[in-house]
């Protein structure tokens, strides 16, 4: 049998949430998309609260992470900005840090 720690990590500015699975989830849909709405409906969630996500983490970091336009001619969007994607990236990579060092703390262990 083998057994497996599991963990949700997040990452806090001025101890409120800034980032987790779901909001990183939420801006990979964004980039992927262009469009909360669309993000939003491949996540099964309401654009309020997507909206409401995504204007959180904008408001809790150094810089915007998300910009968006209005429609027009060619239609609005809402896309990552380059610190946006640093963020994912960085959150992405501790993440995976963080699984391996789980991993390889379980194997110390006589289970």
Avoid at 64 to 76: A, L
Avoid at 85 to 99: G, Y
Wanted: charged fraction near 30%; glycine fraction near 10%.
């Amino acid at each position: 049998m083998k057994y497996t720690i599991k963990s949700r990590i997040w990452i806090e500015a001025d101890g409120e949430i800034l980032l987790g699975e779901g909001r990183v989830n939420l801006l990979k849909a964004i980039e992927e998309t262009g469009s909360l709405t669309k993000a939003a409906k491949c996540m099964e969630m309401s654009y309020k609260k997507a909206w409401r996500l995504v204007d959180t983490v904008n408001s809790r970091a150094k810089k915007p992470v998300v910009t968006s336009s209005i429609g027009g001619k060619s239609g609005g969007g809402t896309a990552l900005t380059d610190y946006g994607r640093s963020l994912v990236s960085t959150f992405d990579a501790i993440n995976h840090h963080c699984w391996d060092f789980l991993d390889k703390e379980i194997k110390q262990y006589k289970l």
